[in-house]
């Protein structure tokens, strides 16, 4: 499966983003879904997952009550919504794919990324 993310861009603390990612290739509801992001110098770290039917899980007291994943099965995309931006969520976000069936945190278990969308939050 090929994903495309889309989305990111330069945003004022405080703002909001929807970052997308397309999936095309493969059999979309079939995948365990997931945002990772990577901040200049730190490893790539989990922001949330969702499986084919909607359930999902985010990373926590990082972007709890900030973020939500979604997905359109009908689409073939998954969604960050991302609300009260920090200037610490700047990175690169990573949409993934995984074919292990449950919903995963680790970069290791998803097979399929797309190539990362830079979103610049400014203090």
């Known amino acids: 499966v090929q994903l495309q993310a889309s989305g990111g861009g330069l945003v004022q603390a405080g703002g909001s983003l929807r970052l997308s990612c397309a999936a095309s290739g493969g059999t979309f509801s079939s995948y365990v879904m997931g945002w990772f992001r990577q901040a200049p110098g730190k490893e790539r770290e989990f922001v949330a997952t969702i499986n084919w039917n909607g359930i999902s899980t985010n990373d926590g007291d990082p972007v709890s009550g900030r973020f939500t994943i979604s997905r359109d099965n009908a689409k073939n995309t998954v969604y960050l919504q991302m609300n009260s931006l920090k200037a610490e969520d700047t990175a690169v976000y990573y949409c993934?794919?995984?074919?292990?069936?449950?919903?995963?945190?680790?970069?290791?278990?998803?097979?399929?990324w797309g190539q990362g969308t830079l979103v610049t939050v400014s203090s």
């Open positions: 993934a794919a995984s074919k292990r069936g449950w919903l995963v945190a680790k970069p290791y278990e998803y097979e399929y």
